[in-house]
């Protein structure tokens, strides 16, 4: 019996640790539009508390109700949008200073571009550190840490 106890209490412990430690269950969805509402609540009757006028921005997915989500943007402003306003569309935003856009993914290639705080990037694919993205007329890579948003 006290076998059964410890093996139950192991696995107990060891799946609630790796949830607890994984930023893998992050969701991340994209705006589909051009101009989207962030609602109070989860229907069209709560009223708009901030209108989005930009394509591709990244949102964080923080709560689920039929077809709405409780989303977050990187200034952590949180509402409620319907779910034909969002896409899978991969996206991120620059949150460091002095981030560069390089040829190749290291340091040592060469640098196309430097990021601007807020700047949005299409993600087209990411290895361990580095993105491949494209925004505006460059198109190269940048290190992994510096974006927020739909990067795995």
Known sequence: MKKNNFLILFFLIFFFESKS???NNLEFLTL???EVNLRLG???KYP???VYKKKYLPVE???KSETWRKVKDFKNNSGWMHTSQLSKKKAAINTKENSIIYKKSTIYSKPIAKLEIGRLVLVK???IDWCKIKTGEFYGWVVKSSLWGKIN
Do not use: A, R
Request: proline content about 6%; some cysteine; hydrophobic content about 35%.
């Open 42 to 44: 989860p229907s069209f």
């Open 48 to 50: 708009i508390k901030l």
């Open 61 to 63: 997915i923080l709560d």
């Open 21 to 23: 430690f994984s930023n």
């Open 125 to 127: 694919k990411c290895k």
């Open 32 to 34: 589909k539009n051009d």
